[in-house]
């Protein structure tokens, strides 16, 4: 035997750990001794990537010699997006293959590329229609395990910029610093004390409070995504309670599809800035010849009501609220709904 090459059935590699999983304790066979096994076994590994390969799929790819990828297939380490980092080695050996500053951006952010883009970025060595069959004979690089390259230079400059980049894009949030943290301690510490430090991590923030209401979010979206796919009721009507900058904006989507909607504001002051805003967003469609002038003047006059208070709303298929973020406002605007849309 002189290779083993590793693949997943159907159309996935290895799509990476159930996230369901996540507030329970490690089982063994735990997967940083599976990806060192692998490093260590007597003969070259070679991935070959049929499909997705994502968290521990793509850690696992990581630690094979060499990886052949199928032109469909998308790889990445999302585990931020979760409210954790990846727990199997990703930190340490992406930096190591592609260097400190792509691993910022794919870690960081959670990035999912395509094939094209992961050969661009030396993660994979080749694309082939069919990874498993060219595998076999494909001439594997000359170099190292992943875990044995050396340790990329440090970039201070990159550091700091992958830690604004998530400030803006996750503020608040807990994982992608932490995700940054490791990488850039890939560059001064050796593998086994950053797999130590990263596997820290990845087990304080799996039953973090912020990765169980990230996760939840997940799951809801995607229950969200499955429902009305039998087609569902027909909206025809919407309230939406606040006229701001998010409120018209919404307002104004609905009415493009042809849903009546209510808009709702706390005084006369604010009705007429909700009017103002909603034939803002008209006038720069006309600008922007997405509409003429008298189309966007009937759509206004037709779709739109606006309303001082709860008192006299029509009977509508679904609310939206979009006041401020104050809490006890949101509960006023539920309570208020609550009543108000009952009534009608």
């Known amino acids: 035997m002189t290779r083993v090459v590793l693949t997943g059935a159907g159309k996935v590699f290895i799509a990476g750990a159930d996230a369901r999983e996540f507030a329970a304790p490690p089982v063994a066979p735990h997967l940083p001794d599976i990806i060192r096994r692998i490093e260590d076994f007597p003969v070259p590994v070679v991935a070959a990537i049929n499909g997705a390969a994502l968290g521990g799929g793509l850690e696992i790819a990581l630690a094979c010699r060499a990886r052949v990828v199928a032109p469909g297939a998308t790889l990445g380490l999302p585990e931020v997006t979760l409210g954790v980092v990846p727990g199997a080695g990703g930190t340490q050996l992406l930096p190591r293959l592609i260097g400190l500053e792509p691993a910022l951006s794919l870690i960081g952010e959670g990035r999912v590329i395509d094939a094209s883009e992961a050969q661009a970025l030396g993660l994979v060595d080749g694309v082939a229609a069919d990874p498993a069959t060219a595998a076999r004979t494909f001439a594997v690089p000359s170099r190292p395990a992943t875990g044995a390259l050396p340790a990329p230079p440090p970039d201070p400059g990159a550091v700091e910029a992958a830690r604004k980049q998530a400030a803006r894009r996750s503020p608040g949030q807990i994982a992608p610093l932490k995700a940054i943290d490791l990488v850039d301690a890939s560059t001064r510490l050796p593998l086994d004390e950053g797999l130590a430090l990263e596997r820290e991590t990845f087990l304080a923030l799996k039953t973090s409070d912020q990765a169980a209401a990230l996760r939840h979010v997940f799951f809801a979206e995607r229950a969200a995504m499955a429902q009305g796919k039998g087609g569902g009721a027909n909206i025809t009507s919407a309230v939406v309670v606040g006229g701001g900058t998010m409120g018209a904006g919404i307002a104004y989507a609905l009415a493009g599809d042809g849903i009546s909607v209510a808009l709702v504001e706390s005084d006369a002051a604010g009705v007429e800035r909700a009017r103002a805003n909603v034939a803002r967003l008209y006038a720069d469609a006309v600008k922007r010849g ?52 009952e009534a009608a």
């Open 290 to 341: 997405k509409t003429t002038v008298e189309a966007a003047e009937a759509e206004q006059a037709t779709r739109f009501s606006f309303h001082e208070g709860y008192g006299a709303l029509p009977p509508a298929d679904f609310a939206i609220e979009a006041v401020f973020e104050d809490m006890e406002v949101k509960r006023q605007v539920f309570a208020a709904l609550d009543a108000a849309l």
